[in-house]
């Protein structure tokens, strides 16, 4: 009773948090690459329910990135994966997604930080321990966003695993 009674706060949190990240402007590609001046910062947002979404979200956030490079080379990005998809990142999910940790260890090396959140891990009884040293287990998904924002970043949301495959 007393660790359900622990997770109810933190459960309201993440959700007023997630509704309130929801609700902030955010910009497509396009409208950021059209900019005549570089953004502070970018930080990409994947939040996705198909629990395969980083098959086609990653290789959707490598390619953005590198067209954010090539238009304003010292931009720095992020990126934020808080959704069923994170799942994915797990040490143990390098066998079944070798594509999706490769993808995830290439960002992080060109110096996009890979952020999954800790508290809906935590949820499915999921540690930080159990995600590769290229993944940063971040408290809160939705407040790790919130606090590139803060820094001046603009939020640019990962299109969803549906709409990336009919394209």
């Known amino acids: 009773m007393n660790a359900t009674r622990n997770r109810f706060p933190a459960f309201w949190l993440c959700l007023l948090a997630l509704i309130s990240t929801a609700d902030a402007a955010s910009l497509s590609l396009d409208e950021l690459l059209a900019r005549p001046v570089a953004p502070h ?4 947002e994947i939040v996705d329910r198909d629990p395969r979404a980083l098959d086609v979200a990653l290789p959707w956030v490598k390619q953005a990135s590198q067209r954010l ?17 994170m799942f994915a990142l797990q040490s143990t999910g390098r066998t079944d997604n070798p594509a999706v940790h490769q993808l995830a260890a290439s960002l992080s090396r ?4 890979v952020h999954v959140c800790e508290t809906y891990a935590g949820w499915r009884g999921i540690g930080a321990e159990n995600f590769p040293e290229y993944i940063d287990v ?7 966003i919130k606090n ?6 603009v939020r640019l949301v990962v299109p969803k695993a549906a709409a990336l495959k009919k394209r």
């Not at 910062?41 to 990409?44: E, H, Q, R, S």
């Not at 060109?110 to 930080?113: L, R």
């Open 138 to 144: 971040a408290p809160a998904g939705p407040t790790q």
């Open 148 to 153: 590139y924002e803060a820094l001046d970043y």
């Open 41 to 44: 910062g970018v930080v990409f």
């Open 69 to 85: 490079k090539m238009r304003f080379p010292a931009l720095p990005m992020a990126l934020v994966s808080h959704g069923q998809e």
């Open 110 to 113: 060109d110096g996009i930080p």
